[in-house]
């Protein structure tokens, strides 16, 4: 009898729990779980993408980018002119209004990009000091002139959100880290760190009020819990699905999959320092030839990658598609140690991150075992981001697993950072102090080439040199982002190149 | 007992400073945090600037002194990743983590001593060997895989408990409760009995093993033999002697929950010091770790303090002089 009367209260329980669970979003809502929380609400606070993609629903810069191809659109300004190789003019868009209901003028560009570098506030600081002056020549129009000649500065703008001066002035600075007041396409309710952060449409926005009403971004780290919110049904939009539970969600009746190839490609960098094995393009070539693309692919990546020839990728000015990839080859590989007198192979350590990419870890384990197999030994350096790249920093690798994409779609910026000899104002993400003058002397004057037909020529035959000449860096793939939404709500969702989630992008 | 509380505490403020100069020591070769603050794409000489406005340029010593003075002082520096005060980052963590360590303990505690009386009155029936396996395999398995079990039955197959965050929160003064809405107490649920359950199985066995003990006594065979009814022999006699240790081990543990729950805040994605420690920890956030690490030793600190004083309270035979 009692034993019954508790079976009978536990049912309740769980009933009313299940009643309570299921709690229905609404057609005007969304709720979005993202693999990274936020660090900050200011705008120039962080260049991280998952940053940027989170201001991009509260800021805007003077242009913007849009989905699905990324492709560069007006913003907070309509037009600019670049009349020489120094000068950005830019015809500001008029009528339109920050939150707190300020304008939007010339003072507040001025004031932005003054921001940028104050280290305090920003981490945009090489965008700052790249800066000589900003000229107000109305309310809605100004010039901004650069200290060297920036090919891709427009490229750039999108990311370079604007803020309200008058109230950045006046508020206590770290209440401008936590609230923030733009002209985005949606306010800020609450900032919960680590819980949500929950935005309401701007019904003022000049592009016109966007379709989804509310919106809750959820970050959750865990990959398995964040599943576990999307199958629940507590979370409409997930970003970060990982490989392995890829065939999960396929699966799953109630779900819905959006892939889409990613900008990032994952690479080799390996050093070239004199008298050193690696100085000799046989070894270089033969380590290429020893490690098998297609088998890491399929087997690590579990076909979640595309293979690279190269380090941009296709809409990336300087891409080039002659660039095919040296095909996996170990009898090769190993005669051309022979030749180059490594008969017996030799010592190298391989370093990575092993928390960044996609199953990074087991990539540059696999490229061990490749190199194993034609005699070169590979020792294993792999450790958290924190410590990785500080140390890609200073140049203190000889070779190492790294991914990149430029979010200015220009891959003369990437190359000056990874590629150039290292100096001031170049190279500080060469890990390996790779050092060519060929390159060098090919990439110091596309500084000043503007025209966008003859940069692209000039980048692609410099991508050429370096990827088939000199095979300054060993690519292996471009990995694939992989989304998952809830099938049946009608949720219209286009994942972006840059893989900011854009709110007003979205409808339902 | 005076003379005995100053020289704790003393030697608190001792245990502190070394964990500060392990904390500084350790971070300082665990990443630069300059090449994130100052952006992927700043110039050798731009870092340079980023790394002096931030002091970072100085001599470990001078570093170290300076965070010791302000720490004193109740300063704590500010976030390298979110650029406002560590301490305020933390503080603003602290109710999330308290209630979900204050709910496992409540949880350990409850079912541990109830099941453990239960076993010790017949540890040989095939129910309570079943129930003292259980406890072995709590103590054994790892906290991630009972919390990624604990989601996959009861949040995705079953579908009756959320699977991660607080739910619908109440702001009272400065402290953000879950507990005063239906929605923060299912979320509740699953991460404190994932974080509690080591702490149960613990509490189970050293409750079971008092209570073996003292159910030997004569004093009990007296008490059964006077006839007193069941209840009162074992709750009024027995239980109340064989709880000390008991509430020792809870006092003492509830600290270390406070402050270890970091894997269990991680897989439920609770927003508390933990999740936050792991966060700083990926971001090399300096200023958040060492001032974390100082705060979960102070508490553990005070709280050992206070179990000590209490034992001379409790228990007349124990004295420090």
Redesign the interface.
Same mark, same amino acid.
């Given at each position: 009898m009692k034993r019954t009367f508790m079976l009978l209260l536990l049912g309740i329980f769980i009933g009313t729990l299940l009643s309570l669970t299921g709690q229905a979003i609404g057609a005007s809502s969304i709720v979005a779980a993202v693999d990274t929380p936020p660090r900050t609400m200011n705008p120039h606070g962080s260049d991280a993408d998952a940053n940027l993609s989170v201001m991009a629903n509260f800021f805007e810069g003077l242009l913007q980018r849009k989905a699905p191809k990324g492709d560069l659109f007006p913003a907070l300004a309509e037009r600019y002119e670049h009349p020489d190789l120094l000068t950005w003019k830019l015809y500001l868009r008029k009528g339109v209004r920050f939150h707190n209901g300020n304008p939007f003028t010339a003072e507040d560009v001025k004031f932005s990009f003054e921001r940028l570098s104050n280290p305090d506030v920003s981490e945009f600081i090489n965008t700052g000091k790249s800066i000589a002056l900003i000229d107000i020549i109305d309310d809605y129009t100004v010039v901004i002139k650069t200290k060297e000649p920036i090919p891709w500065f427009a490229n750039n703008l999108h990311q370079i959100y604007m803020m309200d001066k008058e109230s950045t002035e006046a508020r206590d600075p770290g209440e401008a880290e936590v609230k923030p007041i733009g002209t985005g396409a949606y306010k800020l309710v609450e900032w919960v760190k680590g819980s949500y952060v929950k935005m309401v449409a701007n019904e003022d926005y000049w592009e016109g009020p966007p379709p989804i009403k509310n919106v809750e971004m959820r970050p959750i780290t865990e990959s398995s819990t964040r599943f576990a919110a999307l199958v629940s049904g507590q979370a409409e939009l997930v970003s970060g699905v990982p490989v392995e539970l890829y065939e999960k969600v396929l699966q799953n009746p109630k779900l819905e999959v959006i892939t889409r190839p990613a900008r990032r490609s994952i690479f080799l960098a390996l050093g070239n320092k004199p008298g050193s094995p690696t100085a000799d393009i046989r070894v270089r070539k033969a380590m290429y030839m020893a490690i098998n693309e297609d088998e890491i692919i399929e087997k690590i990546m579990r076909g979640h990658a595309a293979p690279a020839a190269q380090i941009p990728d296709p809409p990336t000015i300087g891409y080039n598609p002659e660039i095919k990839r040296l095909a996996y080859n170990p009898e090769m590989a190993r005669k051309l140690l022979k030749e180059a007198g490594y008969e017996k192979g030799f010592e190298i350590t391989l370093s990575g991150p092993n928390d960044r990419y996609v199953q990074d870890a087991k990539i540059a384990e696999a490229v061990a075992k490749y190199l194993a197999k034609v005699g070169i030994k590979a020792k294993l350096d792999v450790k958290p981001k924190s410590i990785f790249f500080p140390q890609v920093a200073r140049g203190e690798f000889e070779f190492y697993l790294i991914g990149w994409f430029d979010g200015t779609f220009d891959m003369g910026r990437t190359y000056f950072k990874l590629g150039h000899t290292r100096g001031e104002g170049y190279g500080e993400l060469n890990g390996t102090n790779y050092s060519d003058p060929s390159i060098d002397t090919l990439l110091d004057p596309t500084g000043s080439i503007v025209e966008p037909e003859k940069r692209k020529k000039v980048l692609q035959d410099l991508n050429k040199m370096a990827m088939v000449d000199k095979i300054v860096w060993i690519p292996l793939h471009y990995q694939q982002d992989i989304y998952a939404i809830q099938k049946g709500k009608g949720i219209k969702f286009q994942p972006r190149p840059d893989r900011w989630i854009v709110f007003k992008e979205i409808s339902k | 007992m005076f003379t005995y509380i100053t020289r704790r505490l003393i030697q608190g403020v001792v245990v502190l400073l070394a964990v500060s100069f392990i904390c500084f020591i350790i971070f300082r070769y665990?990443?630069?945090p300059?090449? $994130? #603050?100052?952006? +992927?794409?700043? $110039? #050798?000489?731009? +870092?340079e600037?980023?790394r002096k406005?931030?002091g970072l340029d100085r001599p470990f010593y001078i570093q170290y002194t300076r965070f010791i003075a302000n720490a004193a002082q109740g300063k704590f520096g500010k976030s390298f990743?979110?650029?406002?005060?560590a301490f305020g980052?933390i503080m603003?963590?602290f109710p999330?983590t308290v209630e979900l360590a204050t709910s496992a303990v409540f949880i350990a505690f409850t079912m541990g001593v109830g099941l453990g009386v239960l076993v010790s009155l017949k540890p040989y029936a095939l129910r309570n060997r079943f129930i003292m396996a259980g406890s072995l395999f709590n103590i054994s398995i790892p906290t991630f895989l009972t919390g990624?079990l604990l989601?996959?039955v009861f949040?995705?197959y079953l579908?009756?408990?959320?699977?991660?965050?607080?739910g619908e929160?109440v702001t009272i003064g400065f402290w953000?409760t879950g507990l005063l809405t239906?929605?923060g107490i299912?979320h509740l649920i699953l991460p404190a009995f994932t974080l509690g359950m080591y702490q149960l199985a613990v509490l189970l066995r050293l409750t079971r093993a008092g209570m073996r003990e003292v159910l030997t006594e004569e004093y009990i065979k007296t008490a059964w033999s006077k006839g007193l009814p069941p209840r009162k022999v074992i709750f009024k006699h027995a239980l109340r002697n064989a709880l000390i240790p008991v509430v020792t081990m809870t006092g003492l543990q509830f600290g270390e929950l406070i402050a270890f729950s970091i894997v269990t805040e991680?897989?439920?994605?609770?927003?508390?010091m933990g999740?936050?420690l792991?966060?700083s920890?990926?971001?090399?956030d300096q200023p958040v770790i060492v001032t974390y690490i100082m705060l979960a030793a102070l508490i553990i600190l005070s709280l050992n303090i206070i179990v000590d004083v209490l034992y001379a309270y409790l228990n007349p035979k124990i004295r420090y002089e």
């Amino acid at each position: 009898m009692k034993r019954t009367f508790m079976l009978l209260l536990l049912g309740i329980f769980i009933g009313t729990l299940l009643s309570l669970t299921g709690q229905a979003i609404g057609a005007s809502s969304i709720v979005a779980a993202v693999d990274t929380p936020p660090r900050t609400m200011n705008p120039h606070g962080s260049d991280a993408d998952a940053n940027l993609s989170v201001m991009a629903n509260f800021f805007e810069g003077l242009l913007q980018r849009k989905a699905p191809k990324g492709d560069l659109f007006p913003a907070l300004a309509e037009r600019y002119e670049h009349p020489d190789l120094l000068t950005w003019k830019l015809y500001l868009r008029k009528g339109v209004r920050f939150h707190n209901g300020n304008p939007f003028t010339a003072e507040d560009v001025k004031f932005s990009f003054e921001r940028l570098s104050n280290p305090d506030v920003s981490e945009f600081i090489n965008t700052g000091k790249s800066i000589a002056l900003i000229d107000i020549i109305d309310d809605y129009t100004v010039v901004i002139k650069t200290k060297e000649p920036i090919p891709w500065f427009a490229n750039n703008l999108h990311q370079i959100y604007m803020m309200d001066k008058e109230s950045t002035e006046a508020r206590d600075p770290g209440e401008a880290e936590v609230k923030p007041i733009g002209t985005g396409a949606y306010k800020l309710v609450e900032w919960v760190k680590g819980s949500y952060v929950k935005m309401v449409a701007n019904e003022d926005y000049w592009e016109g009020p966007p379709p989804i009403k509310n919106v809750e971004m959820r970050p959750i780290t865990e990959s398995s819990t964040r599943f576990a919110a999307l199958v629940s049904g507590q979370a409409e939009l997930v970003s970060g699905v990982p490989v392995e539970l890829y065939e999960k969600v396929l699966q799953n009746p109630k779900l819905e999959v959006i892939t889409r190839p990613a900008r990032r490609s994952i690479f080799l960098a390996l050093g070239n320092k004199p008298g050193s094995p690696t100085a000799d393009i046989r070894v270089r070539k033969a380590m290429y030839m020893a490690i098998n693309e297609d088998e890491i692919i399929e087997k690590i990546m579990r076909g979640h990658a595309a293979p690279a020839a190269q380090i941009p990728d296709p809409p990336t000015i300087g891409y080039n598609p002659e660039i095919k990839r040296l095909a996996y080859n170990p009898e090769m590989a190993r005669k051309l140690l022979k030749e180059a007198g490594y008969e017996k192979g030799f010592e190298i350590t391989l370093s990575g991150p092993n928390d960044r990419y996609v199953q990074d870890a087991k990539i540059a384990e696999a490229v061990a075992k490749y190199l194993a197999k034609v005699g070169i030994k590979a020792k294993l350096d792999v450790k958290p981001k924190s410590i990785f790249f500080p140390q890609v920093a200073r140049g203190e690798f000889e070779f190492y697993l790294i991914g990149w994409f430029d979010g200015t779609f220009d891959m003369g910026r990437t190359y000056f950072k990874l590629g150039h000899t290292r100096g001031e104002g170049y190279g500080e993400l060469n890990g390996t102090n790779y050092s060519d003058p060929s390159i060098d002397t090919l990439l110091d004057p596309t500084g000043s080439i503007v025209e966008p037909e003859k940069r692209k020529k000039v980048l692609q035959d410099l991508n050429k040199m370096a990827m088939v000449d000199k095979i300054v860096w060993i690519p292996l793939h471009y990995q694939q982002d992989i989304y998952a939404i809830q099938k049946g709500k009608g949720i219209k969702f286009q994942p972006r190149p840059d893989r900011w989630i854009v709110f007003k992008e979205i409808s339902k | 007992m005076f003379t005995y509380i100053t020289r704790r505490l003393i030697q608190g403020v001792v245990v502190l400073l070394a964990v500060s100069f392990i904390c500084f020591i350790i971070f300082r070769y665990a990443g630069d945090p300059v090449v $994130t #603050l100052a952006g +992927r794409y700043a $110039t #050798l000489q731009e +870092r340079e600037m980023v790394r002096k406005a931030f002091g970072l340029d100085r001599p470990f010593y001078i570093q170290y002194t300076r965070f010791i003075a302000n720490a004193a002082q109740g300063k704590f520096g500010k976030s390298f990743v979110s650029r406002v005060p560590a301490f305020g980052l933390i503080m603003e963590r602290f109710p999330a983590t308290v209630e979900l360590a204050t709910s496992a303990v409540f949880i350990a505690f409850t079912m541990g001593v109830g099941l453990g009386v239960l076993v010790s009155l017949k540890p040989y029936a095939l129910r309570n060997r079943f129930i003292m396996a259980g406890s072995l395999f709590n103590i054994s398995i790892p906290t991630f895989l009972t919390g990624i079990l604990l989601i996959m039955v009861f949040a995705v197959y079953l579908g009756v408990l959320p699977p991660f965050g607080r739910g619908e929160t109440v702001t009272i003064g400065f402290w953000r409760t879950g507990l005063l809405t239906w929605s923060g107490i299912t979320h509740l649920i699953l991460p404190a009995f994932t974080l509690g359950m080591y702490q149960l199985a613990v509490l189970l066995r050293l409750t079971r093993a008092g209570m073996r003990e003292v159910l030997t006594e004569e004093y009990i065979k007296t008490a059964w033999s006077k006839g007193l009814p069941p209840r009162k022999v074992i709750f009024k006699h027995a239980l109340r002697n064989a709880l000390i240790p008991v509430v020792t081990m809870t006092g003492l543990q509830f600290g270390e929950l406070i402050a270890f729950s970091i894997v269990t805040e991680t897989i439920f994605q609770w927003p508390g010091m933990g999740n936050l420690l792991l966060i700083s920890i990926y971001e090399s956030d300096q200023p958040v770790i060492v001032t974390y690490i100082m705060l979960a030793a102070l508490i553990i600190l005070s709280l050992n303090i206070i179990v000590d004083v209490l034992y001379a309270y409790l228990n007349p035979k124990i004295r420090y002089e």
